[in-house]
């Protein structure tokens, strides 16, 4: 009976083994790829005056690639590169001294082109429980560096704008992932970033911090393990 139980033992343990080995989801020290794409609002100088009317303007679609590295299953390193055009926002500087409290004051809107890289510290979740799983949830703060160009003008004799301008980012978000077996997967990130106010082409009013806010869907690969790493 108890070589019985120790043979039982012993299967157990290589069968875990063997699961362990053959987890498709464990992603350390494998690169991936990623491409992503989507919806992107942008706040600036008096962006909060447009109205409800044009709040549509403030939106843009952004598309963007990653190179990523697994340094464990729950630590990577992701470089990425995006692009997309804003809506800057401004109104007349004298509209205290020519409109009364209540009347509509003219604004003005322009249009940029930009281009941002960064690099970023991604947490896994799922991996740092050690749940190794299909679906996964991931943190990731970085920094990088945004170039804005290309400015119309605005339509306005007191405004003017800055081109170009090159700033730097700050970014935080999170990653929901869905992961196949044969290492593609599906994700959505959703993510803020922060730009000094000369992002927008435009001198410190207010607040001296540009934002925007992305909502992608996105499309990843990840690279077979490397032979020299594998188990």
């Not at 020290?29 to 992107?40: L, S, T």
């Not at 470089?79 to 205290?96: A, I, K, M, N, W």
């Not at 943190?139 to 945004?146: F, I, Q, S």
Request: proline fraction near 4%; charged fraction near 20%; hydrophobic fraction near 40%.
């Amino acid at each position: 009976m108890r070589k019985c139980f120790l043979l039982m033992a012993a299967l157990l343990l290589s069968a875990v083994s063997l699961s362990a080995q053959l987890t498709p989801y464990e992603y350390g020290h494998r690169w991936y790829f990623a491409f992503q794409g989507g919806p992107v609002y942008f706040n600036s100088d008096y962006s909060n005056t447009l109205p409800n009317s044009r709040l549509l303007e403030l939106f843009s679609i952004d598309a963007a690639v990653a190179l990523g590295y697994n340094l464990t299953d729950a630590h990577e390193l992701r470089f990425s590169g995006s692009y997309g055009l804003r809506t800057g926002v401004c109104e007349d500087f004298y509209r205290d001294d020519y409109y009364d409290d209540g009347e509509d004051v003219p604004i003005y809107t322009y249009r940029f082109h930009s281009t941002r890289l960064s690099a970023d510290y991604v947490l896994n979740m799922n991996a740092l429980a050690e749940y190794n799983i299909a679906f996964s949830t991931k943190l990731y703060a970085g920094l990088g560096a945004a170039l804005t160009y290309d400015f119309t003008e605005p339509e306005h004799p007191e405004v003017w704008v800055s081109d170009p301008n090159l700033t730097a980012a700050i970014r935080v978000g999170y990653i929901l992932e869905y992961d196949f077996k044969d290492g593609f997967g599906l994700y959505f990130d959703n993510g803020l970033a922060f730009f000094p106010d000369r992002y927008n082409g435009r001198e410190v009013i207010g607040f001296p911090a540009d934002m925007e806010i992305h909502a992608h869907l996105g499309l990843i690969y990840h690279f077979p393990l490397n032979k020299k790493h594998r188990r």
